[in-house]
Each structure stands twice: as structure tokens, then as C-alpha cells.
């Protein structure tokens, strides 16, 4: 077999004039620079090749020179097929400018035509992209006058409308791994991601193109584990072995032993956030996260969140992940993000989307720049900035529910934090609450009517959206809604029911969000709303050990319940509900009679299927019928089991109604 170890230079050599090139890398994680540096400086001496598509998914990028940005040089681009540009600044101004066609085409959906292209497929077919910037009546996702082509089509299936979006042919593919033996066999043990390298090697070599592997090192023929091989030699045209400044763990880390799974690192020894801005934002979203739920967290502000979750010991309640392919542990911010602190488990990133575009996150939390009256969000075009989407599209398009995390103006803002209220210093110039987005990048009107919850979180208000547009919900302590929130929005939302926001949030101890929500006592967990007749039963989080606890419940409900002399509808979630094997049948026991006794309907939530399986046999086998779902969209982590995004915990959050022009 023919040994395929060749320089740099001579695996560039190859590359001709009009080729499309695929890039693989998130943010520096997997980003092949070895091979970017030689393809930039044969270009730079010999004027070739000249007139490349550059296909990448996640901005392989520092924004400042680092990855593609080495790319941007009049001649050698023609085009660029880009999911997230934010990071690749030097492309985006061409963009911008007019210099070269530019595609921004949803991440998720990048990451999953590698595997269309290597299944020979046509296209990929979704509703990823509807009513946003990518729809074809928009814009279709081409960023300036200088790109005609259409490479999404909007489709109609049984009345559904649906976005396809076009396969191409590629030439040239740049990925990265850590050990390749002689023909081309390639591991990547000490790589903090899979990202979507065996997709998009298959891509390009059934695409008749040629890829090349940048490499820490070589091994010999046969050595390699096989179950250990991520990118098959029979794919592989060419390796390289890369100077170590070139290849990286991160931009930001060289090598961390947590990052690519050979150790797991005390998460004590993670530095807590100071009380600012950025902490005030991610504590908020913090109180949306669902107990023994999935969570996607995006870049920028949203990371925040990961940290506060470790610091109010949530970790192990909530499954934090990143579209990159990384699920539990801490997600990672600034150069480091896409990699994740103790991760769980890293899959393929066309995986992950799968998973996300399917409906299996529960809450998102993602960015925004600026936010209109209808509830869209732009993160993506402003001004001149042309960021790009990411993953931002999918994700919010699907998630069960999410939050938008970000300041409210920007541009110089300083506030300060005192005796528990917030106090504006100096406002930013920019407004985000606008008349009208410039781009599209999530459409409210779209999840007004498919009913999504939808909240936007930041420093000093929050707002959800309502049937007739955007509505603000609370306000922080210290802050003049007049002077500090309207005068600062261009338009005016609906102001029905505004609340304080939670005094913990603006506190410098800890919240002790655990112990609200894990570790509150059944007085808490169970509650009754005599108007109504609803009985409310929270056993998020709840370990029942000893049947002393199975007594506490039964004893709160009679409690309830016996002076009522009617019975109730009974609502209960059971997320992260764990029960001792040696009590199972005294609880369901138990359970059933309390159902005969007082309950006239039942419906039950949790997210686990096994245990809906699980309680709906016992139950029947009782002689008990009941409802027994998946959670429900807006189900939060209230304390008193309340449902709806917007309200808050009866247990934390004063019932204050605020009028215009009171200062709190």
C-alpha cells in the first residue's frame, strides 16, 4: 500500500484553479491551520489556485488572523458557503464589500449535506430556515448583490412547507486528527470534537475530490485500534504532519486532558463569575432550567449560564450541550468554545443536529442583537457586521422552548449593583429593542403561532411573547420603567402584568438554586389552588429513600385535600424523580388510592420514557387510569408545578404589579 505522508506544499500543489474546498473546524477545535498556511502561501507566491468555494460549517476562526481569515485574499475566493462568520471577519468584510459570493446557510444544515453529498443524495430537505433570512422569499440566504445563484428552494409536501436545500460537488477537503498511520487511517484521541469528519471525507472522495488529513504524528501500518479510526484510510488522500503551533487544542488552550475526555477535573476548582452584567443575565436564565432536561447553550452571553449552573450545583439535574456534539458537562466560552469541561459524551455534529432538529432539546439559550415588536430576532446581519447564524437557526426553531439572553442596549453600557438593585451608570448607545430587524434570523410570528414559549432575558427586564406581540413581564429591583426600559425601545410592549424580577439574582451570595428546587420540602412541592380545584405536585429533582418520605407526601396531600369534601384534578411532573427499589410498590400503592380517594382527574409529566411506561402499568394494573406525557413545552421549574413560561414561582418571586413611572 502506498504510503500517502506528504509536506504541506506538495499535498497543496494539487489543488487547481475553480476547486470547492471544504474546511473542517469550530471556532480553533479541529481547525487544520498546517494545511490553511500552505494553501495561503503558494497562492501568495504563485497567484494559484485561484477562484475557490470555501465550504465550512462553524467558522473556522479567532476573528482576528487564525483559520480562514488567512483565506481572505482577492483572487483566491470566489465563493464562500458559510454557516457562522463572526469568527472569520476578514471573509465577512469581502462579503460585505461586494468582493466575493456569500452564502450563510444554517450550521446544522451544513453539517448534515456532508452526509447528503456522500449518499449521492440531491439535497437536503427541512423546515430549517422557514420564515427567516434563508427562505427563498426572503432572501435565501445569499448575503449581497453579487450572489444570484439559488441554493434553497422552498418545496410543498400534503400543504407543509418545507426549504431544500441543493447538493454540490466537492473537490478539496481539510480536516484534522491526532494520529494517522501510513495509509491514511486516522484517530482522534487527543481532538476535543468529532465534528463531521468521516461525513465529509465520504463527501469529498464520492465527489471524485481528494482529502487531506492534518496530523500530530504517524504510526505504522496496523497499530491503530480500529474502533479508535475516525476517518477510514481508504478515504484519505494525502497527510500531513503538522509544526505543533499549528495544531492546537483550542485557540485558547493548547492541551487540557478534561477537554478531550482522559481525565475529569473537580469542578470546584471552576472560578465563579463576578456580579456583573453577564452574571445577572445567566443567573435569570438559570431559574428556566428544566430539571432532568436537555439544553442547548449558545455563544456569547448564554455561556454564562454553564458556569452559574456549576456554581449553584445543577450539573447533575440538567444536560448541557453544544451543537458542536458535546452533551453533559460544563460547555466552555470565549476560544474554548465547543469544548466542554467532563463531557458525557461527544458525538458527530451532523448528530447533534439531528437530535435538535427533531425536537429533543427542551430549552435553548441563545443570543440576541436585536429584538422587534413581532418577537423576531436578528443575530446574524447589522450595520456592516455580517455575523452569520450558526446553529442559532435550528436551534431556535426547534427547541421546546427558549430563552434569548443578552443586554439591553449596547455600546458603553456600565451599570453597578447595590444592596441588591440595579442602577444604570451610563446607557449603551445602541438600541436592540428595534421598529424592525434588519435580518431575520428567528421569526416570532412563526412561534406565536406554533405556540412556542419564548422569553427574552436581560439585565434589567424580561419579556415573553404574547398573542398580539412582544409583552414585558418583570423588572429588576431599582429600575424606572419609563425612564430606563421605554425611553430605550422603539417600540412599546404590552405591560399587562409586570413583576419584580428574583432578588437572589442581584445578591452576591450564591442563589442556592438547589436547594429551591431540588431540595424543597413536600410543604412546597405540593400545593392546591382551592378556586380552581388544582392540585399541583412537584417531584422534580425529588429522592424518595426512606418511607418516612413517601409519608411526608401522603400526609401533605390528606392535608390538602380531606377538608375540601370534593375531589381535585391533580397535575404532577416527575423530572429527575428517583424512588428507593424497596419502596416501589408502597408508592404506587399508595398513589392509587390517593387517586380513588381524591382525585377526579390525573394527568402526569415527565420527560423519562421509561417511567411513563413504568407508572402507566402500575397504575392500571390498580385498577387506576390516568394521563401520562411527555412534559409539557412551557413546563418550568416553579416549586408550586405552575405551568407557563411566564410565571413565576409563588415561593421566590414577590406578586408585585409595577405602575409606569414607580421606581422599585
Known sequence: MQNKVATPQDAIDVIRDGDTVLVSGFVGIGTPDELIIALEKRFLETGHPRNLTLVFAAAPGDAGDRGLNRLAHPGLIKRAIGG??????????????????????????????????????????????????????????????????????????????????????????????????????????????????????????????????????????????????????????????????????????PYKHAFSGELRVPLDQCESMPLTVRKVIARRVALELPIGGVVNLGIGVPEGVASIAAEEQMLDYVSLTAEAGTIGGVPQSGLDFGAALNPDAVIATNTQFDFYDGGGIDMACLGMAQVDSQGNVNVSKFGSRFAGAGGFINISQNAARVVFAGSFTAGGLDVAIDE???????????????????????????????????????????????????????????????????????????????????????????????????????????????????????????????????????????????????????????????????????????????????????????????LRLKLAAELQRRGIETQIHKNSVCCNTSLDGSNGCAEKDKQLVPETTLVRGVMI
Open 84 to 253: 457562522h462568520w463572526s469568527l472569520v471577519p476578514k471573509l465577512a468584510n469581502m462579503a460585505v464589500e461586494n468582493q466575493i459570493e456569500a452564502y450563510n446557510l444554517p450550521l446544522g444544515c451544513i453539517s448534515q449535506m456532508y452526509r447528503v453529498i456522500a449518499g449521492g443524495k440531491p439535497g437536503l430537505r427541512t423546515k430549517v430556515g422557514l420564515r427567516t433570512f434563508v427562505d427563498p422569499r426572503v432572501d435565501g440566504g445569499r448575503m449581497n448583490e453579487r450572489t444570484t445563484e439559488d441554493l434553497v428552494i422552498l418545496d410543498e409536501i400534503d400543504g407543509e412547507e418545507w426549504l431544500f436545500y441543493k447538493s454540490f460537488k466537492i473537490d478539496v477537503a481539510f480536516l484534522r486528527g491526532t494520529t494517522a498511520d501510513e495509509f491514511g487511517n486516522t484517530t482522534m484521541e487527543r481532538e476535543v470534537l468529532k465534528l463531521d469528519v468521516c461525513s465529509s471525507a465520504m463527501a469529498v472522495h464520492n465527489s471524485g475530490g481528494i482529502v487531506f488529513v492534518q496530523v500530530e504524528r504517524v504510526a505504522e501500518r496496523g497499530s491503530l485500534s480500529p474502533k479508535r479510526v475516525m476517518i477510514p484510510g481508504n478515504l484519505v488522500g494525502c497527510v500531513v504532519v503538522s509544526e505543533p503551533e499549528n495544531h492546537c487544542q483550542t485557540y485558547a488552550t
Open 420 to 610: 441588591g438593585r440595579l442602577k444604570i451608570l451610563q446607557e449603551g448607545k445602541n438600541h436592540k429593542f428595534v421598529k424592525t430587524v434588519e435580518h431575520i434570523t428567528f421569526s416570532g410570528q412563526l412561534a406565536a403561532e406554533t405556540k412556542q414559549p419564548i422569553l427574552y432575558v436581560t439585565e434589567r427586564c424580561v419579556f415573553s411573547i404574547a398573542e398580539k406581540g412582544v409583552e414585558l413581564i418583570e423588572v429588576a429591583p431599582g429600575i424606572d420603567i419609563d425612564r430606563d426600559i421605554l425611553a430605550h425601545m422603539d417600540f412599546t410592549p404590552i405591560m399587562d402584568n409586570v413583576r419584580l424580577m428574583d432578588m437572589r439574582i442581584f445578591s452576591s451570595q450564591t442563589m442556592n438554586l438547589k436547594n429551591s428546587l431540588v431540595d424543597a420540602p413536600i410543604s412546597h412541592r405540593i400545593q392546591l389552588d382551592e378556586s380552581s380545584g388544582k392540585l399541583s405536585i412537584n417531584m422534580r429533582g425529588y429522592n424518595i429513600k426512606e418511607a418516612k418520605d413517601l409519608e411526608l407526601i401522603r400526609l401533605r396531600i390528606l392535608e390538602l385535600c380531606e377538608p375540601l369534601h370534593k375531589k381535585v384534578d391533580m397535575v404532577a411532573w416527575y423530572d429527575g424523580f428517583s424512588l428507593a427499589k424497596n419502596l416501589q410498590g408502597k408508592y404506587n400503592d399508595a398513589m392509587a388510592l390517593l387517586e380513588e380517594s381524591y382525585y377526579r382527574t390525573s394527568v402526569r409529566y415527565t420527560r423519562d420514557p421509561f
